[in-house]
């Protein structure tokens, strides 16, 4: 279906343009009021000078764990992950982690995120939620242990991983990507590190990991490896292969110089450092020392909410009050962080992220006429401070409209809110 959107403030790489973008066969064919001759649409959308961003990238998620949204509030990490949240994990299985992705990709979709990283297990079930719902996702097994001594070809999660690289790596035409995962240095070994680092290698896979997010975890790599976590997995090798770091929050400078030497984005998310209290990362610094920065929400159980409008606004705030001065990380800035920053995360910056003739058509409509939106004397001011998922009237990823006022074309959501909340009933 091809679609022109008429009269939109249209949110282009290097300035805000009120003009008219036009859809065809899921990608951006053109951007400008002159309609290309041979351009036919099926449908206009009359954007009456709203906002059009490109799609917002979530580059660090567990989307199952929206089952365990608010059943453990204001708890230290240790007591929050090993009393509240290990136990009743365990008592997931595929068909409840299936719900609870499809929670997840609901609320991405209604607030704008068109793309998504993922790590956790239950994969199968999970990429068969993103390919029923049409968002994009880069999906990985969550790789944990070998302290017992595992091998690749014995090892649960890697059989796992595997079987999600043969099944599922470029499903259909690549809006699902297969990465790797070390879950973390403190839940893995040196082994697991290499065979993940060579496996990535072999296959060409985005590596997704989780680096320095605690104060105590970096210290304890220090004393057991005598090496930040960073430089643990550069001598395994990990960093031969894009890395998509989440948290970073308490990386050296010479962390920060091999994450930027080595391409690696680091993810940072705010809500989820703030809520536990982990610590504050060094964006702006990161950023001006080379380091791509993308955003997460992580997983709901420790946000609670997967919203990009909440993560830009957070990480905003957060990194003024850090650096004490208020011209830290710029609106501008963390919108790129939050779009192209996050397509770069996920190995998709040729695909999307921006809005150009030639990309994917991941595109959402930010309505101007909510209150909290009036006036609108500067677009990315307005996406980064004043707006909030309410203020998306359409999402659209690669052509295909997935929500639009306040309604979802794929997922059913009544049916969901019966079924989460007896998945809630027996998590309980
Ligand atoms: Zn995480």
């Not at 961003?53 to 989307?63: C, D, K, M, T, Y």
């Not at 976590?229 to 890395?243: I, K, M, Q």
């Not at 050296?252 to 703030?274: E, F, Q, R």
Request: proline share 3%; glycine share 8%; aromatic share 6%.
């Amino acid at each position: 279906m091809n679609i022109l959107i008429r009269d939109a403030r249209v949110i282009l790489p290097d300035a805000v343009v009120r003009t008219s973008v036009g859809v065809s066969d899921g990608k951006i064919a053109f951007v400008g009021t002159e309609l290309p001759q041979d351009f036919k649409y099926d449908r206009v959308i009359d954007a009456r000078g709203d906002i059009l961003s490109p799609g917002f990238v979530n580059a660090h998620s567990h989307l199952p764990m929206t089952l365990l949204r608010g059943v453990a509030d204001d708890l230290n990490l240790q007591k929050w992950l090993f009393d509240e949240i290990f136990p009743r994990e365990d008592r997931l299985d595929g068909g409840m982690a299936a719900i609870g992705a499809r929670a997840s990709i609901a609320e991405c979709l209604a607030g704008g995120i068109t793309s998504v990283s993922d790590m956790y297990f239950f994969c199968d079930d999970i990429a068969r939620e993103v390919l029923n719902s049409g968002i994009k996702a880069n999906i990985a097994r969550g790789l944990s242990g070998y302290f017992d001594g595992a091998s690749r070809g014995t090892h649960k999660g890697f059989c796992e991983q595997e079987q999600l690289l043969r099944d599922w790596h470029m499903a259909d035409d690549g809006r699902i990507r297969a990465d790797i995962s070390i879950h973390a240095e403190y839940t893995t070994t040196p082994e697991l590190w290499r065979d993940v680092a060579d496996f990535a290698r072999e296959h060409r896979l985005i590596l997704q990991t989780h680096i320095s997010e605690t104060e105590h975890e970096h210290a304890e790599c220090i004393a057991k490896y005598g090496k930040t976590p960073t430089e643990a997995f550069l001598d395994a090798g990990v960093f031969d292969s894009r890395v998509c770091a989440a948290h970073c929050v308490h990386v050296t400078d010479s962390d920060a110089a091999i994450l930027a030497s080595h391409g690696a984005a680091a993810v940072h998310c705010p809500c989820s450092n703030a809520k536990l209290a982990s610590g504050i990362a060094r964006v702006d610094e990161l950023r001006k020392m080379g380091v791509h920065m993308a955003l997460g929400t992580d997983g709901a159980s420790s946000n609670n909410a997967l919203s990009a409008f909440s993560e830009m606004k957070t990480a905003c705030l957060i990194a003024k009050l850090r650096d004490g001065d208020p011209t830290a990380l710029p609106a501008a800035e963390c919108f790129r962080m939050a779009t192209s920053g996050g397509a770069y995360a996920q190995g998709r910056e040729a695909e999307c992220g921006e809005i150009r003739p030639g990309m994917d058509a991941d595109l959402v409509l930010i309505s101007t006429d909510r209150p909290n939106m009036m006036p609108l004397h500067n677009e990315l001011s307005a996406l980064v401070y004043s707006a909030d998922n309410t203020c998306v009237r359409m999402t659209m990823v690669r052509g295909k409209i997935l929500f639009e006022n306040g309604e979802h074309t794929t997922i059913d959501c009544e049916k969901l809110r019966f079924e989460t909340e007896r998945i809630r009933a027996h998590l309980a």
